[in-house]
T-cell receptor, first 112, second 110 residues
């Protein structure tokens, strides 16, 4: 996992509540990503970051925001959780250039 | 149309068989990744390719940049190879986002 840690690993929350997922890396990778994985869709990009305070939207960004105030931490916030956001969330990190991709262990989020 | 297509979606094999999983893509890339995900598990990087061929144990990955195609081969398959195999391409350019195929679910029977 090259030092990629996601927290929490599991969470159950109620509709309408805000939720923050954390991705922490220890390898100083420049690029970090949040994906969600759903049956039939594979992994889809929510948001990504190409440096501290530099973030951009992915293909399924509605209802999500991110922040990256330090190289090592990339936070994903569900502003008001909905049942459609029940999913498994993966964080990934890459260095510049042609390097391996490293993934966190995933966070299983259930919105009830 | 998806930018990364994998085939087959599902694959069942007998232990010992030679397995091939295919990946085709339609965008310019700087690299292609093959990933493995066991049920309920995290995602592990198997290979990163930008040209040619790589081998690790019983796994071989090839890429043809001109044809925008890659294959993952497993020789002498084993039940512990049962997993979802995911092809992901890294876009060319400065941001380098990963785009994923939907995965191939492999089941190897003893």
């Amino acid at each position: 996992d090259a030092g990629i840690t996601q927290s929490p690993r599991h969470k159950v929350t109620e509709t309408g509540t805000p939720v923050t997922l954390r991705c922490h890396q220890t390898e100083n990778h420049r690029y970090m990503y949040w994906y969600r994985q759903d049956p039939g869709h594979g992994l889809r990009l929510i948001h990504y970051s190409y440096g501290v305070k530099d973030t951009d939207k992915g293909e399924v960004s509605d209802g999500y925001s991110v922040s990256r105030s330090k190289t090592e931490d990339f936070l994903l916030t569900l502003e008001s959780a909905t049942s459609s956001q029940t999913s498994v969330y993966f964080c990934a990190a890459l260095a510049t250039g042609r390097t391996e991709a490293f993934f966190g262990q995933g966070t299983r989020l259930t919105v009830v | 149309k998806n930018e990364v297509e994998q085939s087959p979606q599902n694959l069942t094999a007998q232990e010992g068989e030679f397995i091939t999983i295919n990946c085709s893509y339609s965008v310019g890339i700087s690299a292609l990744h093959w990933l493995q995900q066991h049920p309920g598990g995290g995602i592990v990087s198997l290979f990163m390719l930008s040209s040619g061929k790589k081998k690790h144990g019983r796994l071989i990955a090839t890429i043809n940049i001109q044809e925008k195609h890659s294959s993952l081969h497993i020789t002498a398959s084993h039940p512990r190879d049962s997993a979802v195999y995911i092809c992901a391409v890294r876009r060319g350019g400065s941001q380098g986002n990963l785009i994923f195929g939907k995965g191939t679910k492999l089941s190897v029977k003893p």
